[in-house]
């Protein structure tokens, strides 16, 4: 793989790191981090700010456009960056790259199912009729 | 191709001397796998609970109020706190700033303080006690 003096500077770094494969991860992870400081400060300040944490009262807040849609959102970013952590956890510590590869592959299917599952509850509520 | 790297590996937690770097460091790891493992099993429990019904939620609420329960809320409620505030600082970290030794490890320090800062805080207004 070497190409010795005659090889960029890129391709002197490629394939190098951990994972084996560079930057386009790093920057995604950086991404979804500085989305989700955002999004995350909006959950934990609209939690707070609900009254009370009953059902109803939940379930209105997430039946508006003003809880739905955030809410979407930091499903979606929360697990793609939760997946993409662990990835890069896993890329540490198991070096066989069967095993690393299955792992990546396992993390992306829990990680796809628990978003779904979670978006499908979300849809449910937000297209539901209004909170009894 | 398939044998493991023979190369030593770091031991680096059982050997090298503890600071405040290395603490937060390891600390944003095992946080970012806490919440990503329990935090986001629980938020997806939580809203299909919503979406279940009355009956599904008051389940929900029993286990999340019930203090096994609380504690384990409380703890995600820090390791949220510790990541967020030391994802911050990993962000300026990558602009290249903030390796001086002493600010380094000042806001290494920092994000413990506000990540138990923070915690209190979010319980404090989360279980009314400021309305």
Redesign the interface.
């Known amino acids: 793989m070497s190409l010795g003096e005659s090889a960029t500077p890129l391709g002197k770094v490629e394939g190098l790191g951990s994972s084996h494969h560079g930057g386009h991860h790093w920057l995604e992870e950086?991404f979804t981090?500085?989305a989700?400081?955002l999004l995350?400060l909006w959950l934990?300040f609209s939690?707070?700010m609900l009254p009370v944490l009953?059902?109803q009262m939940?379930?209105e807040w997430?039946h508006s456009a003003w809880g739905a849609v955030p809410m979407a959102l930091f499903?979606i970013t929360?697990?793609k960056h939760?997946?993409d952590?662990?990835k890069v956890?896993v890329d540490d510590y198991v070096?066989?790259?069967?095993n690393r590869i299955a792992i990546h592959y396992l993390l992306d299917m829990a990680g796809i199912a628990?978003a779904a599952?979670?978006l499908?509850?979300?849809a449910?509520?937000a297209f539901?009729a209004a909170a009894a | 191709m398939n044998t493991p790297n023979p190369r030593p590996l770091s031991p680096h937690l059982t050997v090298w001397r503890w600071g405040p770097g290395m603490l937060v460091s390891i600390l944003h790891r095992i946080t970012g796998g806490a919440l990503t493992v329990v935090g986001l099993a629980i938020l997806a429990w939580w809203l299909a609970a919503i979406a279940g019904g009355d009956e599904s939620y008051a389940k929900f609420n029993a286990i999340a109020g019930h203090p096994a329960g609380l504690i384990v809320l409380a703890g995600l409620t820090w390791a949220f706190w510790q990541h967020f505030f030391s994802g911050v600082r990993h962000i300026v970290l990558d602009t290249g700033a903030g390796y001086e030794l002493k600010i380094n490890r000042f806001w290494a320090v920092m994000t413990l303080a506000g990540s138990l800062l923070a915690t209190a805080a979010t319980w404090y207004f989360l279980l009314g006690v400021g309305k």
Not at chain 1, 95 to 98: L, S
Request: aromatic letters at 6%; hydrophobic letters at 55%; charged letters at 15%.
């Open positions: 950086r981090s500085v989700l400081v995350s934990i939690l707070i009953d059902r939940v379930g997430l499903i929360a697990f939760g997946v952590g662990l956890a070096h066989q790259d069967g628990g599952v979670s499908f509850a979300l449910r509520i539901g």
